[in-house]
């Protein structure tokens, strides 16, 4: 039996607690706000992979969940799965309390280079409730994701000119028209970003234009045609999202302004109160005024968690070296459903015993499915002996 310290409370750090307690290991979790905290973030979108797919065997069969092929969104997972498997783990699951980093007890990081093992038990920070305190632990998986910390907005990644004066007005999750009516409807809008949470954003913002024409988007994407439609594609939701949104952009289609191969350069107050965004390409650089930022450029892993530990990461990437290498080799087209899960080899790092899983294991990569996860968990804890 191993003291085992999970780091985060989303569907992976949940999952791995859920299985690891089974196979007889002790086990503390700590999630920095509530369950889910993340997925939270996006509660009002539908997963594209349906309810079989998103819950573990081992996690339906402690609370008697049985999935269906319907499609929950993000907060139905949350509230119909998630957070009563999280419940059944009682005091294992320790909420509130923020890690802040970790370390091992008797070694500093650049000693023992090759033999992690000669060293002692991971030794962790934590903040709850104003308070902070060391736990420890023989064997650690930091599944605590990236949306927690947002990609810079600005040209090559880094951040706009004046960017974080503007932070009131800068959104970087995915606009919901349940809840952003004030923020948006009626307004002047700038969303940055090529992906799946751009196209969100976008599909969100035109039901405000709907109501209210006067609702005008900017959408700013470095190509002319940044989705990928699959012919065939076995989610017919996500083959409809790339068709709208290239044809937003080619002009085929009415409802933004597309400003395509240009990036973000500066902020600066306009005379109205609004912002003045500076865009620029190889060839101009040119102004327009908007009243709010919509960030959607991607997500980026908290490295400082690990910073005092060996962990070969990804220059590129930023996951666990051999795992982006194996997902950059992988052809599996643009259907992330496709993917394979690499193995235990390429989860592994030169520190013994600590395993990035999860999203975080993807690093800057977005392909990651909790299937992929649920694959992870088995083969780490199958290592264990
Ligand atoms: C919009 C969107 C749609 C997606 N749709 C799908 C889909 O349909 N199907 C699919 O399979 N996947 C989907 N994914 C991808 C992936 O499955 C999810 O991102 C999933 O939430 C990843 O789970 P995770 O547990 O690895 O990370 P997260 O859900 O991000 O959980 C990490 C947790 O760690 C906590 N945490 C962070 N830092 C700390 C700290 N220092 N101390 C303590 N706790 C900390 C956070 O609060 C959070 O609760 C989607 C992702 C997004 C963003």
């Known amino acids: 039996m191993l003291k085992i310290i999970v780091l985060g409370g989303g569907p992976i750090g949940v999952e791995f607690a859920v299985r690891a307690v089974e196979k007889g290991h002790q086990v503390t979790l700590y999630e920095k706000g509530e369950i889910g905290a993340s997925m939270s973030r996006w509660g009002h979108i539908e997963l594209f992979s349906n309810w ?24 139905e997972f949350l509230d119909q799965y998630l957070s009563p498997l ?25 000693q023992h280079v090759g033999s992690r093992s000669k060293t002692g038990a991971f030794r962790v920070l934590i903040r709850k409730d104003g308070r902070e305190f060391i736990d420890h632990a023989d064997f650690l998986v930091d ?33 919901n028209a349940k809840t952003d009516e004030a923020r948006y409807s009626g307004k002047r809008t700038l969303v940055v970003g090529g992906g799946f949470s751009a196209i969100t954003s976008i599909i969100e913002l035109l039901k405000f234009k709907k109501e209210r024409p006067s609702t005008q988007i900017s959408w700013l994407v470095l190509t002319p045609h940044p989705y990928t439609v699959i012919a065939d594609d076995s989610l017919p939701e996500r083959k409809a999202n790339c068709i709208l949104g290239n044809a937003l952009l080619s002009g085929e289609k009415d409802g933004v302004s597309p400003f395509i191969g240009f990036g973000v350069s500066a902020f600066a107050p306009s005379d109205d109160g609004a912002i003045r965004v500076t865009l620029e390409n190889d060839e101009e650089s040119i102004e ?39 997902l950059l080799s992988q052809d599996s087209g643009a259907d992330c459903l496709a993917q394979v899960s690499p193995g235990l080899e390429t989860l592994k790092s030169p520190e013994n015993d600590l395993f990035i899983l999860g999203a975080k294991s993807y690093g800057r990569n ?20």
């Open 288 to 326: 327009i005024v908007v009243d709010e930022v919509v960030s959607n450029v991607g997500y980026r892993p908290d490295l400082n968690l690990l910073r005092e530990l060996q962990v070969h990461l990804c220059y590129a990437f930023e996951g666990p070296m051999n795992l982006s290498a194996s």
């Open 143 to 175: 599944a605590s994701g990236v949306y927690e910390n947002p990609a810079n907005l600005g040209i090559g990644g880094l951040p706009v000119i004046n960017e974080a004066q503007f932070e009131d007005k800068i959104q970087r999750y995915e606009v």
């Open 52 to 75: 079989t797919l998103n819950v573990s065997e081992w996690g339906a069969k402690k609370i008697g969940f049985e999935p269906t092929q319907e499609y929950p969104t993000a907060q």
């Open 86 to 110: 999280a419940a059944s783990l009682g005091d294992i699951v320790q909420t509130h309390s923020e890690v802040i980093g970790v370390t091992r007890e008797g070694a500093i990081k650049m």
């Open 366 to 385: 977005s392909n990651f499915l909790l299937r992929l996860g649920f694959e992870q968990i088995e083969t780490v804890l199958d290592s264990i002996k």
